[in-house]
């Protein structure tokens, strides 16, 4: 079961974190792994940590925010099978609070950036046969959080696109999905929290922790078993959906 063998699986931000996690499990299930990553550094380390484990990976430096860049290189991969949008990057503020550079930056890469891998990779995918696309959308788009305007907003927007992708698409055998995840254990957070919490890095980490109801962070590779799970043929049922991933958060947060 969840075999990917014979495919080719495009990752945005495979260097850390979840995109790391998704690129490793992918590449032991048998895919053929191309890792788009803004640090050429952090991409070559996971591609040489899946072929130390006999997979097949390519790393290609990208900004997913500039258009030249993805069709460029999606015009060196050719066909894919599945794409997973999971490059991004978070913001601190309220809407009275946001300056309209960091609005613009959040956009850019989480908005435009997924907008720019669909627009270059659909017609790879189509020309595939089938295919998967899965987005990395979050909790933000279904909760308020506080201080998140900017980075709830692109995640909603990660949501819609993803079901107008799911429903434009299903007649090429194209299916669309996206994952929730609240707080995941990465090496983003960690720096997050000893940017912003100096001296306080043990109690930040253990009050956001603390935010999911189950009373931990999530793992990347627990987002990753579910990201293989909707990449997989045994999810062809599959399309249009959003899960989430969240220890409870959405529904137990009372």
Known sequence: MFSLKNKKA?????????GKAISVLFARQGAEVYILE??????????????????KAIAYPCNVANQLDVAAVFE???IVHIL???AGIAHIGKAGTTSEE????????NVKGVYNCLHC????LKKAGAGVVLNMASVAAWVGIPDRFAYSTAK?????????VAKDYMADNIRCNSISPARVHTPFVDGFISKNYPGKEKEMFDKLSQTQPIGRMARPGEIAALALYLCSDEASFITGCDYPIDGGFIKLNN
């Open 10 to 18: 495009v990752i945005t931000g495979g260097g850390s974190g979840i």
């Open 38 to 55: 803004l640090s050429e550094e952090n991409a070559q380390a996971t591609v040489e940590e899946i072929k130390k484990n006999g997979g």
């Open 76 to 78: 060196k991969i050719g």
């Open 84 to 86: 997973i949008n999971n």
């Open 102 to 109: 960091d609005f613009d930056r959040i956009m850019n890469v």
């Open 121 to 124: 990779a659909l017609p790879q």
């Open 156 to 164: 909603g927007a990660v949501t819609a696109m993803t079901l107008s």
